[in-house]
């Protein structure tokens, strides 16, 4: 199957990718753990389908050390003993936060009041731009079929 769209090669979608590249870059320099972030990243692109984000964010997160063994939980958290408490908050907020049409009151104050517990306002914020930053790039890559299997780590730094 062949993409919809070639984002890069569209002179409006090329201007709009420069902002997302950097605002990308901006949620990677944050204080946000790394490992979480790519955590995060994998289980919205899992949930929303994007192969694309999948490749990326599995091949991102074992170069930069994380175990085949949490990568191939990530789906099965709940039932995974190898992820940590604010590890297990965080990818809580982001199923909740992907899944918002699934539960008219969106994110739980329990859930968020676990994530609170593990992260302080800065970290929150920059979880909560991930999970929303995220959303948009899975539902732009599964809107145009956009293709898995060739990132190559680093690609787009």
């Not at 979480?36 to 289980?43: D, N």
Request: a negative charge.
């Amino acid at each position: 199957m062949d993409a919809r769209l070639n984002y890069f090669a569209d002179p409006t979608a090329k201007k709009v990718l420069k902002y997302l590249m950097s605002a990308g870059k901006t949620l990677k320099e944050s204080t946000l753990p790394a490992a979480t972030q790519e955590l995060v990243a994998l289980r919205v692109s899992q949930i929303n389908g994007c192969a694309v984000c999948v490749d990326m964010h599995t091949k991102e997160a074992s170069a930069a050390g994380e175990t085949t063994v949490r990568l191939n939980l990530v789906a099965a958290w709940r039932e995974a003993e190898v992820f940590t408490g604010a590890e297990r908050a965080a990818l809580e907020l982001a199923e909740q936060g992907t899944r918002v049409a699934d539960a008219a009151a969106g994110v739980s104050d329990k859930v968020w009041e676990g994530a609170a517990k593990h992260y302080d306002e800065e970290q929150l914020t920059a979880l909560v731009l991930l999970v929303s930053f995220m959303n948009m790039a899975t539902r732009m890559n599964v809107i145009a079929q956009q293709q898995g299997g060739d990132y190559e780590v680093g690609q787009f730094h």
